[in-house]
C-alpha cells in the first residue's frame, strides 16, 4: 500500500526553524523522487524542493535556496526538510509527494501525495 505521511508542521516565529518529515512506503525507496510542495491560502501550489533517491540530486525553488535543505534517510524510508530562516511569507500547507518518473518542481508530475502538515510562521 502506497503511504506517504508527512509531519513536522507548526508555529514559528521569523527567523526560526523547523525540520519536516515524510516517510514513505509502498514504493522502492531507492528508485524514486520525493518533492516538498506547498499552497499557501489563495495560491496555487508550488514545489519548494525534490531530492532524487536514485541520483541523490537535489532541486530547489529560488525562494528556498540558502535556507532549506532536502535529505533522505533511506534506512528510514524518511524524507527531511530543514527549513531555516524562516519568512511569514513561508506560511503554507506542506506537502510530500513522490514519482517514479521524470520530476521537476512541477507539482503535477508527482502522483501520489501526503495529507499536508501546516506551517505558520509569525513577523
Known amino acids: 500500500e502506497v503511504q506517504l505521511q508527512a509531519s513536522g508542521g507548526g508555529l514559528v516565529q521569523a527567523g526560526g526553524s523547523l525540520t519536516l518529515s515524510c516517510v514513505v512506503s509502498?514504493?522502492?525507496?531507492?528508485?524514486?523522487?520525493i518533492g516538498w510542495f506547498r499552497q499557501a491560502p489563495g495560491k496555487e501550489r508550488e514545489g519548494v524542493s525534490v531530492?532524487?533517491?536514485?541520483?541523490?540530486?537535489?532541486l530547489y525553488a529560488d525562494s528556498a535556496k540558502g535556507r532549506f535543505t532536502i535529505s533522505s534517510d533511506g534506512a528510514k524510508n524518511t524524507v527531511y526538510l530543514r527549513m531555516y530562516n524562516l519568512k511569514p511569507e513561508d506560511t503554507a500547507v506542506y506537502y510530500c509527494?513522490?514519482?517514479?518518473?521524470?520530476?521537476?518542481?512541477?507539482?503535477?508530475?508527482?502522483?501520489?501525495w501526503g495529507q499536508g502538515t501546516l506551517v505558520t510562521v509569525s513577523s
Open positions: 509527494a513522490v514519482t517514479e518518473g521524470s520530476y521537476s518542481l512541477r507539482p503535477f508530475e508527482f502522483d501520489h
Open positions: 509502498g514504493f522502492d525507496f531507492d528508485d524514486i523522487a
Open positions: 531530492i532524487s533517491t536514485t541520483t541523490d540530486t537535489t
